[in-house]
């Protein structure tokens, strides 16, 4: 079997390269710029992933592809790279993967998707989409073209990934990082309930999708706890050995610090210490269910959040980048 994956220099998208080599897969996969973990092993494409001549070199004789580059919410480059790469980008790939003849292609979605899971409830994968930032509605149109090629009889399936934490994250080390110097200040109550999940259970997870998903479904593989975000930085801190401030900035005063700080920023395209997007973290739950994917795949993710932190937090030691 040979595998395409975009966003092969991505922290998910490593972590994927080398499950599906120790799977035996061979491996083919996209690049912007950063270098690929086990490139002597993969047959690495570098270019945009709008660009249509790239990607059909990259998935020529593809089985499957697995769709995982994306701008992320905190982008410099705001709502423009937004819906360049995550809607622009994914109907790129669709088209091209359907002219490759793959076989079946793997989407990544995102819980941002629902902007806000209600207090108290837990998303299945039917809940109200609703999204709230320009990412999220990027995500959105992306999710929404892989389920119409879907309906055209394109075997595509669509995974959205709780938030997924792990060895070689940036995004997360930002957070862990701050914590560790003891630097952080948690920004409103953070009461918002979010779904974790070590990267190691996501990835098992997208290879159940890859072997037994079926066409048009939705699948949200997260860990098995919700836990608020207070909670999720607390656990963070006990993993640094440190304590949280007791100090908290409050909600509006929050609120408005992301608005100036990302307008601030916007110029120097920059990514802000604090901005919507990050805030978001805090304020928008992202409670997702994950019995779909237990029932129908045998997905059963194996690692708490307790220790699953310290093992970031280890790797990042071990690394140097802590």
Known sequence: MRAFVTGGSGFIGSHLIEALLR?????????????????????????EVTDPGVLAAGMRNADAVFHLAAAVGSSPGGRADDFRVNASGSAAVLEAARRAGAGRLIHFSSAGVFGAVADGEV????????PILAYDRAKLEGEDLALRAATEGFHVVV??????????????????RTIAR?????????????????VDDLVRGTLAVAARGGAGEIYH????????????VEETASAC?????????PTPAARLAAFVLERAWRPLRREPPLNRAKLSFFLSSKALSIDK??????????VEFSRGIR????????????
């Open 23 to 47: 799977e035996g897969w061979s491996v083919a996969a996209l690049a912007r710029r950063s270098p690929i973990v086990q490139a002597d092993r993969v047959d690495v494409f570098t270019g």
């Open 123 to 130: 998303a299945a994968e039917s809940y109200p989409r609703r």
């Open 159 to 176: 995974i959205r990934p709780g938030w997924v934490y792990g060895p070689r994250d940036r995004r997360t080390f930002k957070l862990i």
């Open 182 to 198: 003891g630097r952080f200040i948690l920004a409103t109550r953070g009461a918002a309930r979010q779904t974790p999940v070590y």
């Open 221 to 232: 593989l997260a860990g098995r706890e919700i836990l608020t975000a207070r909670a999720i």
């Open 241 to 249: 050995g440190r304590r949280l401030s007791r100090f908290r900035v």
């Open 293 to 302: 994917a237990e029932r129908e795949l045998g997905y059963a993710p194996a």
């Open 311 to 322: 093992l970031a937090v280890d790797w990042y030691r071990q690394n140097g980048w802590l």
